[in-house]
Protein backbone atom coordinates (compact mmCIF):
# COMPACT_ATOMS: atom_id res chain seq x y z
CA UNK A 1 0.00 0.00 0.00
CA UNK A 2 0.90 3.24 -0.65
CA UNK A 3 1.98 5.35 2.72
CA UNK A 4 1.30 8.53 2.90
CA UNK A 5 3.34 10.98 5.77
CA UNK A 6 2.44 13.84 7.29
CA UNK A 7 4.24 16.00 10.08
CA UNK A 8 1.64 15.39 12.98
CA UNK A 9 1.38 19.27 14.44
CA UNK A 10 1.94 22.48 13.42
CA UNK A 11 1.10 25.76 15.37
CA UNK A 12 0.64 29.28 13.47
CA UNK A 13 -1.01 32.87 14.25
CA UNK A 14 -3.94 34.47 12.73
CA UNK A 15 -2.98 35.92 9.52
CA UNK A 16 0.20 33.94 8.71
CA UNK A 17 1.04 31.55 5.88
CA UNK A 18 1.19 28.03 6.41
CA UNK A 19 2.31 25.25 4.31
CA UNK A 20 1.45 21.62 5.39
CA UNK A 21 2.97 18.90 3.75
CA UNK A 22 2.29 15.20 2.47
CA UNK A 23 4.96 12.45 1.03
CA UNK A 24 3.87 9.44 -0.48
CA UNK A 25 5.87 6.45 -0.73
CA UNK A 26 5.42 6.03 -4.26
CA UNK A 27 4.47 8.20 -6.95
CA UNK A 28 0.88 8.97 -7.20
CA UNK A 29 0.64 11.21 -10.29
CA UNK A 30 -1.66 14.33 -9.27
CA UNK A 31 -3.87 11.74 -7.46
CA UNK A 32 -3.69 13.35 -4.52
CA UNK A 33 -6.99 15.22 -2.54
CA UNK A 34 -7.22 17.08 1.14
CA UNK A 35 -9.59 17.35 3.40
CA UNK A 36 -10.20 19.91 6.67
CA UNK A 37 -11.67 17.94 9.75
CA UNK A 38 -13.02 19.72 13.07
CA UNK A 39 -13.63 17.89 16.21
CA UNK A 40 -16.33 15.96 16.19
CA UNK A 41 -17.47 16.67 12.69
CA UNK A 42 -16.70 14.67 9.05
CA UNK A 43 -14.11 15.25 7.43
CA UNK A 44 -14.40 17.60 4.44
CA UNK A 45 -13.16 18.01 0.76
CA UNK A 46 -10.90 20.95 0.31
CA UNK A 47 -8.95 20.25 -2.81
CA UNK A 48 -8.80 17.37 -5.27
CA UNK A 49 -6.24 16.37 -8.06
CA UNK A 50 -3.17 18.04 -6.16
CA UNK A 51 -4.68 21.48 -7.14
CA UNK A 52 -8.18 21.82 -7.76
CA UNK A 53 -10.58 23.80 -4.95
CA UNK A 54 -13.67 21.84 -4.09
CA UNK A 55 -16.85 23.94 -4.51
CA UNK A 56 -17.55 26.49 -1.60
CA UNK A 57 -14.37 26.11 -0.35
CA UNK A 58 -12.48 29.65 -0.04
CA UNK A 59 -9.51 30.21 -2.20
CA UNK A 60 -6.88 31.28 0.86
CA UNK A 61 -6.80 27.08 0.53
CA UNK A 62 -4.33 26.10 -2.32
CA UNK A 63 -2.56 22.55 -3.28
CA UNK A 64 0.24 22.08 -5.50
CA UNK A 65 2.33 19.13 -5.81
CA UNK A 66 3.12 15.93 -7.83
CA UNK A 67 4.74 12.09 -7.68
CA UNK A 68 5.78 12.33 -4.15
CA UNK A 69 5.58 15.42 -2.35
CA UNK A 70 2.49 17.68 -2.31
CA UNK A 71 1.27 20.71 -0.27
CA UNK A 72 -1.77 22.26 0.83
CA UNK A 73 -1.19 25.94 1.55
CA UNK A 74 -3.36 28.20 3.91
CA UNK A 75 -3.00 32.09 3.33
CA UNK A 76 -4.08 33.82 5.34
CA UNK A 77 -4.41 31.40 8.31
CA UNK A 78 -8.10 32.27 10.10
CA UNK A 79 -9.15 31.16 13.54
CA UNK A 80 -11.92 28.95 11.95
CA UNK A 81 -8.54 26.88 10.49
CA UNK A 82 -8.32 24.90 13.36
CA UNK A 83 -8.42 21.36 12.64
CA UNK A 84 -6.94 18.41 11.34
CA UNK A 85 -6.21 17.81 7.50
CA UNK A 86 -5.43 14.90 5.88
CA UNK A 87 -3.91 14.01 2.73
CA UNK A 88 -5.72 11.00 0.79
CA UNK A 89 -4.42 9.00 -2.40
CA UNK A 90 -6.31 7.39 -5.48
CA UNK A 91 -3.59 6.98 -7.55
CA UNK A 92 -4.16 3.06 -7.01
CA UNK A 93 -7.04 0.66 -5.83
CA UNK A 94 -6.53 0.67 -2.54
CA UNK A 95 -6.84 4.38 -1.50
CA UNK A 96 -4.85 5.63 1.72
CA UNK A 97 -4.70 8.33 4.33
CA UNK A 98 -1.87 9.83 5.75
CA UNK A 99 -1.99 10.34 9.79
CA UNK A 100 -3.34 13.48 9.74
CA UNK A 101 -1.42 17.14 10.33
CA UNK A 102 -3.74 18.95 13.72
CA UNK A 103 -3.41 22.66 13.08
CA UNK A 104 -3.21 25.15 15.66
CA UNK A 105 -3.04 28.94 16.39
CA UNK A 106 -1.32 30.57 18.75
CA UNK B 1 -28.23 19.30 -1.05
CA UNK B 2 -26.70 16.27 -0.89
CA UNK B 3 -27.32 14.24 2.52
CA UNK B 4 -25.85 11.16 3.44
CA UNK B 5 -27.71 9.44 6.65
CA UNK B 6 -25.87 6.19 7.93
CA UNK B 7 -27.38 4.26 10.39
CA UNK B 8 -27.06 0.53 12.27
CA UNK B 9 -24.04 1.15 14.42
CA UNK B 10 -24.02 0.02 17.88
CA UNK B 11 -22.04 -2.16 20.35
CA UNK B 12 -21.32 -6.02 18.99
CA UNK B 13 -19.65 -8.50 20.48
CA UNK B 14 -16.49 -10.25 18.78
CA UNK B 15 -17.06 -12.52 15.98
CA UNK B 16 -20.82 -11.09 15.65
CA UNK B 17 -22.06 -9.42 12.79
CA UNK B 18 -23.32 -6.08 11.98
CA UNK B 19 -24.76 -4.26 8.92
CA UNK B 20 -24.82 -0.50 8.58
CA UNK B 21 -26.83 1.49 5.87
CA UNK B 22 -26.44 4.92 4.14
CA UNK B 23 -29.30 6.72 2.75
CA UNK B 24 -28.84 8.93 -0.16
CA UNK B 25 -30.06 11.81 -1.30
CA UNK B 26 -30.00 15.10 -3.31
CA UNK B 27 -28.49 13.22 -6.30
CA UNK B 28 -28.68 10.68 -8.68
CA UNK B 29 -27.45 8.06 -6.59
CA UNK B 30 -26.52 5.72 -9.32
CA UNK B 31 -24.23 7.87 -11.42
CA UNK B 32 -21.45 7.83 -8.55
CA UNK B 33 -18.99 5.48 -6.47
CA UNK B 34 -19.64 4.99 -3.05
CA UNK B 35 -17.16 4.25 -0.12
CA UNK B 36 -16.90 3.64 3.41
CA UNK B 37 -14.05 4.83 5.56
CA UNK B 38 -13.78 4.39 9.49
CA UNK B 39 -12.08 6.53 12.39
CA UNK B 40 -10.80 4.77 15.25
CA UNK B 41 -11.60 6.82 18.55
CA UNK B 42 -8.74 9.34 18.29
CA UNK B 43 -7.71 8.09 15.21
CA UNK B 44 -6.87 9.19 11.55
CA UNK B 45 -9.18 7.76 8.73
CA UNK B 46 -8.81 4.60 7.54
CA UNK B 47 -10.70 3.60 3.81
CA UNK B 48 -12.52 0.20 4.23
CA UNK B 49 -14.29 -0.33 1.44
CA UNK B 50 -15.60 1.18 -2.70
CA UNK B 51 -18.10 -0.05 -4.78
CA UNK B 52 -18.58 1.34 -7.89
CA UNK B 53 -21.42 3.26 -9.36
CA UNK B 54 -23.79 0.09 -10.69
CA UNK B 55 -22.37 -2.33 -7.85
CA UNK B 56 -20.26 -4.84 -10.52
CA UNK B 57 -16.75 -4.10 -8.52
CA UNK B 58 -15.96 -3.62 -5.27
CA UNK B 59 -12.48 -2.85 -3.51
CA UNK B 60 -11.99 -3.61 0.12
CA UNK B 61 -8.79 -3.01 2.43
CA UNK B 62 -6.57 -6.59 3.26
CA UNK B 63 -7.69 -6.38 6.92
CA UNK B 64 -11.56 -7.06 6.34
CA UNK B 65 -11.53 -8.71 3.15
CA UNK B 66 -13.29 -11.53 3.36
CA UNK B 67 -15.29 -10.32 6.67
CA UNK B 68 -16.88 -7.18 5.14
CA UNK B 69 -19.39 -6.54 2.43
CA UNK B 70 -20.24 -3.34 0.44
CA UNK B 71 -23.38 -3.35 -1.64
CA UNK B 72 -25.79 -0.85 -2.95
CA UNK B 73 -29.49 -0.75 -3.81
CA UNK B 74 -29.56 1.75 -6.27
CA UNK B 75 -33.54 1.62 -6.97
CA UNK B 76 -33.34 2.60 -2.52
CA UNK B 77 -30.43 5.10 -3.30
CA UNK B 78 -29.04 3.09 -0.21
CA UNK B 79 -25.67 1.91 0.86
CA UNK B 80 -24.42 -0.97 2.89
CA UNK B 81 -21.89 -2.59 4.81
CA UNK B 82 -22.52 -6.42 5.96
CA UNK B 83 -19.65 -6.64 8.70
CA UNK B 84 -18.99 -9.86 9.86
CA UNK B 85 -16.60 -11.45 12.37
CA UNK B 86 -15.86 -8.52 14.08
CA UNK B 87 -12.94 -7.70 16.25
CA UNK B 88 -12.11 -5.30 18.64
CA UNK B 89 -10.08 -3.57 16.06
CA UNK B 90 -13.27 -2.88 14.12
CA UNK B 91 -14.22 -0.43 16.54
CA UNK B 92 -14.81 3.03 15.28
CA UNK B 93 -16.92 5.73 13.27
CA UNK B 94 -18.29 4.74 9.74
CA UNK B 95 -18.26 6.95 7.31
CA UNK B 96 -20.45 6.62 4.30
CA UNK B 97 -18.45 8.65 1.64
CA UNK B 98 -19.75 9.83 -1.69
CA UNK B 99 -16.97 8.92 -4.02
CA UNK B 100 -15.95 10.88 -7.45
CA UNK B 101 -15.14 8.84 -10.82
CA UNK B 102 -11.31 9.68 -9.76
CA UNK B 103 -12.02 8.23 -6.52
CA UNK B 104 -12.01 11.07 -3.86
CA UNK B 105 -14.55 11.49 -1.40
CA UNK B 106 -16.63 15.03 -1.79
CA UNK B 107 -19.64 14.18 0.45
CA UNK B 108 -19.71 12.45 3.61
CA UNK B 109 -22.26 11.32 6.07
CA UNK B 110 -22.05 12.38 9.99
CA UNK B 111 -20.32 9.00 10.71
CA UNK B 112 -22.13 5.79 12.81
CA UNK B 113 -20.38 4.26 15.78
CA UNK B 114 -19.56 0.81 15.82
CA UNK B 115 -18.39 -0.53 19.43
CA UNK B 116 -16.72 -4.32 19.17
CA UNK B 117 -16.47 -5.09 23.03
CA UNK B 118 -17.44 -8.09 25.06
Known amino acids: DTVLTQSPALAVSPGERVSISCRASEGVNSYMHWYQQKPGQQPKLLIYKASNLASGVPARFSGSGSGTDFTLTIDPVEADDTATYFC?????????FGGGTKLELK | EVQLVESGGGLVQPGRSLKLSCAAS????????MAWVRQAPKKGLEWVAT????????YYRDSVKGRFTISRDNAKSTLYLQMDSLRSEDTATYYC???????????WGQGVMVTVSS
Open chain 2, 51 to 58: IIYDGSST
Open chain 2, 26 to 33: GFTFSDYA
Open chain 1, 88 to 96: QQSWNDTWT
Open chain 2, 97 to 107: ARSDWEYYFDY
